[in-house]
C-alpha cells in the first residue's frame, strides 16, 4: 500500500531564507508527484506536477525534485517570502484498479517578516 | 471562470440528520472527486466520476452515496450522519481520470455532534 510521508510537519523560518520540504513515498510505481498549496479555510492550490519520467520542475521561485527509486521529492523554495507561509501538500498519483492521488499529511509553513 | 464550487462553507449536524454537499465545476471537466480531509491523515477519495453517468466507490466510501446530476454537478450525501464524519470535505475535476491536474473547490467543514 502506498504511503506518503512528509517531514516536517512545521517549519518557521525568516523572510528571505531558502528552504526546502521534504516527501518520501513507500512505492515506486507512480504515474507523477504533485506539490500543492493549501491557504487556511482554502482549497488546494496545484503548485508543480512531476511526471514519473522527469527529475524535477520549476516555476519561478520554486523547483521540486523527484527520485522515484528511492521514493523521495523535494520542494526547493528560494527567498521565501511570507506569502509563502501555508500548508504544502505532496501527493502521488498511483493505479489501485482506479487512478488516484495519494496525499501526505503536509508541511506548515510559516515565514515572518 | 469559478473553477470549482462547493456549498454549503460550514454545516453542523446532530447525530443521525442527514444532508447533501453540492460541487459544481464550469471547466468542462469529465471527472469529478469527493475527498475527505482529517488531520493527521491527509485527503482521502470518498467517490469519484469518470464521467457523466458514473460514479464508482474511492478508498473511505462507507456512509456516503453520490449524485453524478449532469456533467457539471457532483453531490455528496450523508445518510444518517455520524461523528466520526466530521471533516473537511473537499470537490475536485479533472479533464479525464488520466489527467495530470485535479483542482480543487474551497471546502466544506463539516461538523456532526
Known amino acids: 500500500k502506498q504511503e506518503v510521508t512528509q517531514i516536517p510537519a512545521a517549519l518557521s523560518v525568516p523572510e528571505g531564507e531558502n528552504l526546502v520540504l521534504n516527501c518520501s513515498f513507500t512505492?515506486?510505481?507512480?504515474?507523477?508527484l504533485q506539490w500543492f498549496r493549501q491557504d487556511p479555510g482554502k482549497g488546494l492550490t496545484s503548485l508543480l506536477l512531476i511526471q514519473s519520467s522527469q527529475r524535477e520542475q520549476t516555476s519561478g521561485r520554486l523547483n521540486a525534485s523527484l527520485d522515484k527509486s528511492s521514493g523521495r521529492s523535494t520542494l526547493y523554495i528560494a527567498a521565501s517570502q511570507p506569502g509563502d507561509s501555508a500548508t504544502y501538500l505532496c501527493a502521488v498519483k498511483v493505479n489501485t484498479g482506479f487512478q488516484k492521488l495519494v496525499f501526505g499529511t503536509g508541511t506548515r509553513l510559516l515565514v515572518s517578516p | 471562470n469559478a473553477g470549482v464550487t462547493q456549498t454549503p462553507k460550514f454545516q453542523v449536524l446532530k447525530t443521525g440528520q442527514s444532508m447533501t454537499l453540492q460541487c459544481a465545476q464550469d471547466m468542462n471537466h469529465n471527472s469529478m472527486y469527493w475527498y475527505r480531509q482529517d488531520p493527521g491523515m491527509g485527503l482521502r477519495l470518498i467517490y469519484y466520476?469518470?464521467?457523466?453517468?458514473?460514479?464508482d466507490k474511492g478508498e473511505v466510501p462507507n456512509g456516503y452515496n453520490v449524485s453524478r446530476l449532469n456533467k457539471r454537478e457532483f453531490s455528496l450525501r450523508l445518510e444518517s450522519a455520524a461523528p466520526s464524519q466530521t471533516s473537511v470535505y473537499f470537490c475536485?475535476?479533472?479533464?479525464?481520470?488520466?489527467?495530470?491536474?485535479?483542482?480543487f473547490g474551497p471546502g466544506t467543514r463539516l461538523t456532526v455532534l
Open positions: 466520476s469518470a464521467s457523466e453517468g458514473t460514479t
Open positions: 475536485a475535476s479533472s479533464a479525464g481520470l488520466s489527467a495530470n491536474e485535479q483542482f
Open positions: 512505492d515506486s510505481a507512480i504515474y507523477n
